[in-house]
């Protein structure tokens, strides 16, 4: 499943639309929160995990996204006020958190 469209709907909300005629509405908020880099979501390495230290969430910026810049025909990067951009958010990664109802009961995950 790939988009076929990805539009900033409201000030708070990215609206993607799926090949398969889906449409999921992320809060940019919760987009921002849900960053799979590993500095904030941590990684694996050497059969250790590094887990992140709790952001600040009052860093200005934080929840201005920017930019979104396609990461070949597999994810989108999205680029952020306070500077962050490390985050690849493959199309699997956010059908998964996708806050429809259809696929978590309205709540992302």
């Known amino acids: 499943m790939r988009p076929v469209s990805i539009k900033k709907i409201t000030p708070t909300e990215l609206k993607f639309v799926w090949d398969s005629g889906h449409e999921s509405v992320y809060s940019i908020r919760e987009l921002r929160e849900l960053c799979p880099c590993a500095s904030c979501s941590g990684e694996r390495v050497l059969l250790r995990d590094y887990r992140p230290p709790e952001p600040d969430r009052t860093t200005p910026g934080r929840y201005d996204l920017k930019g979104v810049q396609p990461v070949g025909s597999y994810a989108v990067q999205l680029q952020w006020g306070d500077g962050h951009s490390?985050?690849?958010?493959?199309?699997?990664?956010?059908?998964?958190?996708?806050?429809?109802v259809e696929h978590h009961g309205g709540k992302s995950q």
């Open 86 to 100: 490390t985050g690849i958010y493959t199309w699997e990664y956010l059908m998964e958190n996708c806050p429809c």
